[in-house]
């Protein structure tokens, strides 16, 4: 079975473009996840949805952070405009649904280096 | 304040010994504490979970277990392979009031299996 898919897996750029990622969670699972991780700050969660629905952002740094997620399958994360700050690894996670023993699966991550 | 850390950031063991790592947390109502295992360039992999009403369980060669009092969670490898070096990251679950649940994760521990 696939698991969740990411895409790029690694993206470069250039501080100030505009960068999107993209997350198509496994089919059947109801939550979407995103994450950052960094050498000094670890794993943090950004901002989750249940049935397409952001249910908290209070993770994203920033306004210039926005995801969505236009149906079951996708989700997009994007950054406008980047900053060098932003370099890290995305990773999306997708659950059954919001459960506590319900176990998030991560996806293989997109490297982002912004320069 | 919720705090998840860990005591060692790198082990050594031998092929073939077993492995503990260990975890402290600071949140005494999670409801559920997870083992993730990290390979370079990957995302973070499910192992196991243990629910807040437990203190031991088993796998296949992993056992993690549960010290409420004291606030430890560890997880223990038997039969160390190869194949285990990795990160490890302790996470443990939290309800949200918007909903949901948010994993905190731990700094991690580098696990280095030596042949």
């Known amino acids: 079975d696939a698991g969740v898919i990411q895409s790029p897996r690694h993206e470069v750029t250039e501080m100030g473009q505009e960068v999107t990622l993209r997350c198509k969670p496994i089919s059947g699972h109801n939550s979407l996840f995103w994450y950052r991780q960094t050498m000094m700050r670890g794993l943090e969660l950004l901002i989750y949805f249940n049935n397409n629905v952001p249910i908290d952002d209070s993770g994203m740094p920033e306004d210039r952070f926005s995801a969505k997620m236009p149906n079951a399958s996708f989700s997009t994360l994007k950054i406008q405009p980047s900053e060098p700050r932003d370099s890290a690894v995305y990773f999306c996670?997708?659950?059954?649904?919001?459960?506590?023993?319900?176990?998030?699966?991560f996806g293989p991550g997109t490297r982002l280096t912004v320069l | 304040g919720e705090s998840v850390g860990l005591h060692l950031p790198t082990l050594s063991v031998q092929e073939g010994d077993n492995s503990i790592i260990n975890c402290a947390y600071s949140n005494s109502a999670s409801d559920y504490f997870i083992w993730y295992k990290q390979e370079s360039g990957k995302g973070p992999q499910f192992i196991i979970d243990i629910r807040s009403n437990m203190d031991k369980r088993q796998g296949q060669r992993v056992t993690v277990l549960l010290n409420k009092t004291v606030k430890h969670l560890s997880l223990q490898i038997a039969a160390t392979q190869p194949g285990d070096s990795a990160v490890y990251f302790c996470a443990e679950k939290n309800r949200l009031t918007g909903g949901g649940n948010k994993l905190t994760f731990g700094t991690g521990t580098q696990l280095k299996v030596e042949l």
């Open positions: 996670a997708s659950s059954l649904a919001l459960k506590a023993g319900d176990t998030q699966y």
